[in-house]
């Protein structure tokens, strides 16, 4: 088949099954509430951050691009950023990179070893996938997701089948991430970490936690979940990126002074590109100025208070209007995995229908997108509810109430419809 044809075709077939995937009209959004966005603080909105970033930038000796390749010119302001995040995350050193994508890249496809097995949740990110797909471990094994139960078989496993690692020969890692951006979960760390020290003794066990979504959010001055617990000397690399909570771009790898030296040899997705401009590295100082001083703690405690609003009220008229589980539904309520709370920003609203229930809500002022196949499991469709500091509680009951007002019209709807063909099918009968 020709080329275009082909295209041509394979773009038709998604059309077909509705999961063509389209840039959003930008002007049409603009008068609508947003429950979209992973600006999770709305410090893209904050005029503080606006004014420091260009007061920072008025000063600023370099301003404009990068030059080229860290490798061949390591900018005063990056290596700067660098040292301030190794200081301030507590970890050993940094190394950053273009996007949270290119650093999982970077990562799985350098570190792990011939002979090595990489363990992951199923609902990893698709940058992890990509990274493990060029790896050279031997061995790929996914866990169902949030399951330690899944994660010890696999691990187990794993031993038993190779010989290398059960001797320490060779390494095992595990990939995680401590808030899944489609779902809303959190891992459970704690346990993570104790199964993966049981049945790896010798220290060949290793743990990845991707902390995009959860940077800024969680933890001590926004430091994350693995801060918030404690356990920065039991995880062997974590990915804070900027591009959410923080309104910046970019991210960082927190690594060993031996990891971060081997990426800087062998991670092609950070050698072979152009480094952040000193631009970008200039807006994410200054959105870690916001962490530092703690105003980000202010904005994710309101946050997270907006969070547990609106699943409690959503889920009380779910039971109270007696709406079907088959067509709208929360997940089932997570247990308490980090420093007391359960909450987050991000919410799946559980659908079949999850076009026609964003399409209402646009209607009503709000704007929370589909999500569909193949973003999400086949079966699993929802309308993923991002929440924000600058929300207010008003746009959360608003957003409850139009939800079940959709819920009830689509149920009134199909009883009309199942009414009406009961009428039919008896005067068929007479």
């Known amino acids: 088949m020709p080329l275009n044809d082909s295209l041509h075709a394979a773009l038709a077939s998604r059309e077909k099954r509705l999961i063509r995937r389209k840039l959003y009209d930008p002007a049409a959004d ?23 970033f260009l ?18 010119v390591n900018g005063h302001a990056h290596a700067a950023l660098e040292a301030r995040l190794t200081a301030f995350f507590r970890a050993p050193a940094a190394l950053l990179f273009n ?15 011939p002979g090595d097995a990489i363990v992951y ?41 190779r010989p290398g690692l059960a001797s320490g020969e060779n390494s095992v890692f595990v990939a995680v991430e401590t808030l899944y951006s489609m779902d809303g979960t959190i891992a459970p760390l704690v346990q993570i970490v104790e199964a993966l020290e049981e049945l790896f003794p010798k220290g060949n066990g290793y ?16 430091r994350g979940l693995v801060a918030a ?56 100082d200054c959105s870690f100025d916001m962490l530092e001083d703690g105003s980000a703690e202010k904005l994710a405690s309101q946050l997270l208070a907006l969070s547990a609003r609106f699943t409690s009220s959503l889920r009380a008229e779910l039971a109270a209007r007696r709406i079907p589980a088959s067509l709208l539904s929360l ?18 609203v559980l659908t079949p229908h999850p076009r026609p229930l964003s399409a209402h809500l646009r209607v009503r002022g709000l704007n ?42 689509w149920q009134a709807a199909q009883d009309a419809v199942k009414r009406e063909a009961g009428t039919i099918l008896a005067h068929a009968k007479l």
């Open 99 to 113: 996007s949270g994508f290119d650093a999982n890249v970077g990562f799985f496809t350098a570190i792990p070893q």
């Open 207 to 222: 743990l990845v936690v991707d902390e995009a979504h959860a940077t800024g959010v969680y933890g001590p001055q926004g």
């Open 331 to 348: 997940p089932a309520l997570a247990s308490e995995t980090h420093a007391g709370s359960a909450s987050t920003p991000i919410i799946a």
């Open 368 to 409: 929370a997108r589909p999500i569909t196949w193949p973003t999400v499991p086949k079966g699993a469709d929802r309308v993923r509810v991002c929440l924000h500091a600058e929300n207010s509680r008003e746009d959360v009951d608003r957003l409850v109430s139009a939800t079940i007002e959709w819920a009830e019209s």
């Open 229 to 284: 617990l404690g356990l920065e000397d039991k995880v062997f690399a974590r990915l804070h990126t900027f591009g959410k909570a923080l309104a910046a771009t970019g991210a960082v790898l927190l690594v060993t002074p031996l990891v971060r030296d081997y990426l800087l040899n062998y991670a092609r997705s950070l050698i072979y590109t152009t480094s952040l401009s000193n631009a970008n590295i200039v807006a994410a």
């Open 30 to 52: 603009a008068h609508l509430v947003d429950f979209s966005t992973n600006d999770y603080l709305s410090l893209s909105r904050s005029a503080v951050l606006r004014t420091r």
């Open 121 to 161: 949740d199923e609902h990893i990110h698709a940058s992890v996938h990509d990274g493990m797909r060029a790896s050279r471990a031997a061995a790929r094994v996914p866990f169902s997701h949030n399951s330690v139960r899944g994660l010890r078989e696999a691990l187990s496993r794993l031993r038993e089948e």
């Open 55 to 72: 007061a920072r930038l008025n000063v600023a000796p370099e301003v404009l691009g990068s030059g080229g390749s860290r490798l061949l």
